[in-house]
């Protein structure tokens, strides 16, 4: 009664007021009703901050959704804007290749234009995600040198059938035409040559790649990046996110391009899709203060021999030109001129490295040196294969589930946290997001379903050469190379001629480990501790 006494209280121009203001409000919300619906009738579209919007396509093309992904020109100009991850392969957006009128493709306008060479041996469920990726960021071509699984006849004939890629059996023709490289008679390799396991697969990378800087010169590319099937390029820093937007940047003057790299860092021993379960990755030394590094170093390599497990000076891009060489399955060089390098401060590579558990007895499996101190040396380079090596070679599955529970997976929650915090360990998830959505569109299994049902004659009969490689014993020309049978004497005999021509090649590039905490790193951080510095 109160309240209604104070209400019929108020004077009249009170009543008048709030009748208007009620009115006002009405009105406005009608009018924003009507203008969301004739938007929608329209087809216009409100951007979901959670989708991949236009900015990732390249500037000046509009018909190209994402770097390397191009729409069809019989849908209408309002569908070339943008692309909604989300909805992927319905008719209301834009759809990836292989999926109804939607295909991968790149004009030859489109500059730079770049490609990835690979050995492989890995499936399908491997290579399609890493090879799709690599083309939504701007990849146009790939040279595969398969062998093993990679070269078996029903991955061949799906790889052969995706525009772009180029397929390369490892043949006794191959392996007869890389005997003949100008490699073997230089000494810038020298020091890989008849050794097994990694040493050799060094080798035999660092010749595809001379293989495949003919084949890009031959095919206009303008850059070649070795890449392996367990790597992502992460394209962070530029002003979209492609890969090509990176290139595009440099100076002209710029002939190589240092990706430092960014290792997986497990949370779970049950991995089975490394792309589409990993977002956990440790940073590199390049991208962190050096104070930050050296002062949780400890905590960072939890017992194991280096802070990362295998390598950590990245991988390179190179600008295809004259005298262009391999340097090695981490760099390139030239023939001709000291090359000018750069290294990027924000984009790198993301390597998944044992981010399975059955990574260390495949990896085991493929080498057959003996599980001692001394035999692994000669046929691992890295400490941490050797000891994964020897564990996996000795253990029993209980033993070397709980080993990689203690070296690989990181279980501390607390330890995880603070890294985070700190800047060591870092969450990336952009690359999971685009493979889960090109799974989801339908893409790898669209492939598959439209890949050929056999390969021509030749091409069966190549892929079945090159799948039994790495069981049978190599044609006698390519293993005199490798393991020092009739053409070692010959190879030494030219190497001690030109000895001291080549006394200033460069030296091929191994996998290298970060930098190893030393007593000198303790004192340099304790005094800039003492001095005021508790970034640490």
């Not at 960021?137 to 990679?150: C, P």
Request: net charge neutral; charged share 25%.
């Amino acid at each position: 009664m109160a309240n209604d006494h104070r209400s019929n209280s108020l004077p009249p121009s009170t009543h008048s007021f709030l009748s208007k203001l009620l009115l006002f409000l009405t009105i406005l919300s009608l009018a924003l009703a009507a203008i969301a619906f004739v938007l929608q009738w329209r087809g216009g579209s409100v951007s979901d901050p959670t989708t991949v919007t236009s900015r990732w396509a390249p500037r000046g093309s509009r018909r190209e959704v994402f770097p390397g992904m191009e729409t069809s020109s019989s849908l209408p100009p309002k569908y070339n804007h943008s692309s909604n991850c989300i909805n992927l392969g319905r008719s209301s957006s834009p759809s990836f290749p292989y999926y109804r009128d939607w295909k991968f493709g790149f004009e030859d306008s489109l500059k730079p234009k770049i490609c990835i060479t690979t050995s492989t041996s890995a499936g399908l469920v491997q290579i399609l995600p890493w090879m799709f990726y690599h083309k939504v960021i701007g990849v146009r071509t790939f040279y595969l040198f398969v062998e093993g699984h990679a070269a078996s006849p029903n991955v061949s004939r799906v790889l052969e059938s995706i525009p772009g890629v180029k397929v390369i059996y490892r043949t006794k023709e191959l392996e007869e035409q890389q005997a003949k490289s100008r490699i073997w008679n230089e000494t810038w390799l020298s020091s890989f040559f008849y050794k097994p396991c990694n040493y050799e697969l060094f080798v035999k990378q660092s010749l595809n790649m001379e293989n495949a800087i003919f084949m890009a010169r031959d095919a206009g590319m303008d850059w070649i990046i070795h890449l392996d099937t367990d790597e992502l390029i992460y394209p962070a820093g530029a002003s979209e996110y492609s890969l090509r937007q990176v290139l595009l940047d440099l100076p002209s003057d710029v002939d190589l391009v240092v990706f430092p790299n960014y290792e997986s860092s497990v949370e779970r021993d049950d991995i089975k899709d490394p792309f589409g379960e990993v977002s956990m990755f440790k940073k590199n030394y390049d991208h962190l203060p050096k104070e930050t590094y050296f002062g949780l170093y400890r905590e960072a390599t939890r017992g194991n021999p280096n802070y990362f497990l295998t390598y950590g000076n990245g991988k390179e891009a190179a600008r295809v030109q004259d005298e262009l060489r391999p340097n090695g399955a981490h760099r390139w060089h030239n023939y001709m001129k000291t090359p000018n390098e750069i290294k990027l401060d924000n984009a790198a590579v993301l390597h998944y490295t044992y981010a399975k558990f059955s990574d260390l007895t495949s990896r085991r499996d493929r080498c057959g040196c003996k599980p001692t101190q001394e035999d692994v040396k000669r046929c691992f380079m890295l400490e941490f294969d050797r000891a994964a090596f020897i564990i996996a070679s000795t253990a029993t599955e209980e033993e070397l589930l709980h080993w990689y529970r203690e070296h690989v997976v990181w279980g501390d929650k607390d330890l995880r946290l603070k890294l985070l915090r700190k800047g060591i360990l870092t969450r990336i998830y952009t690359p999971m997001a685009i493979i889960q959505a090109l799974r989801e569109s339908g893409v790898f299994s669209s492939v598959i379903a439209n890949a050929p049902a056999t390969l021509s004659r030749d091409k069966f009969m190549s892929s079945i050469d090159s799948s039994n490689s790495s069981r049978d014993v190599p044609s006698v020309s390519f293993s005199s190379r490798k393991i020092g049978g009739q053409g070692e004497n010959k190879a030494s005999a030219r190497k001690l001629l030109k000895i001291e021509a080549m006394a200033a090649e460069v030296a091929a590039v191994p996998p290298l480990s970060p930098p190893v905490w030393t007593d000198n790193d303790r004192s340099r951080i304790v005094e800039t501790v003492a001095g005021g510095n508790s970034s640490i």
